[in-house]
């Protein structure tokens, strides 16, 4: 009997677990987007950045190459998809990391993307980052709430 109940118990909270979140889902409430991890090892997920960002956190929204990673990753995994500077030779960017030529630190990454809240960079935030194109729009969520 006792065994009962407790199915019971336990199958009324996943169910209602799983209503609150479908209904959070369907609202657009991005504290609850699932990333669903395909078997080719990508991330489905919206194409747009969503927030919060956080530092530790995997990115859920953006393009697929920097998406369900978190920052951190993103620029020490990552090589540039096209030159950062216009005329680089590939042999300088091409399957290197940000790391590779800067010393990025979360201090600086943070410092760069405040830059972005700047609206004399908005041309900037426009163009696409080369380690993924939406990747500026994500640290600009970050640096929105305070690059935590």
């Known amino acids: ?4 109940r ?3 118990v336990i199958g ?6 799983g209503a609150t979140v479908t209904g959070a889902q369907e609202a657009g409430d991005p504290a609850v987007i699932i990333l669903d991890v395909e078997e080719d090892g990508g991330v ?3 194409d747009t950045p969503v927030g919060p960002v956080r530092w ?6 953006g393009v697929p190459e ?3 990673k978190t920052i951190e990753e993103v620029f020490t995994e ?3 998809l096209f030159p950062p ?4 030779p590939e042999e300088i960017w091409k399957g290197q990391t940000c790391t590779n030529c800067h010393e990025w630190t979360r201090e600086r990454i943070c410092e760069q993307a405040t830059n972005y809240l700047n609206p004399d960079f908005a041309d900037n935030l426009a163009k696409e980052h080369p380690l993924g194109g939406t990747f500026k729009a994500n640290l600009k969520l970050w640096a929105e709430d305070g690059c935590r």
């Open 1 to 4: 009997m006792k065994e009962n």
């Open 6 to 8: 407790a199915g019971l």
């Open 12 to 17: 009324l909270i996943v169910a209602l677990l």
């Open 44 to 46: 489905e997920g919206p």
């Open 56 to 61: 530790g956190a995997p990115l859920i929204g």
């Open 66 to 68: 920097i998406r369900g």
């Open 78 to 80: 990552n090589s540039p």
């Open 85 to 88: 500077l216009e005329g680089l």
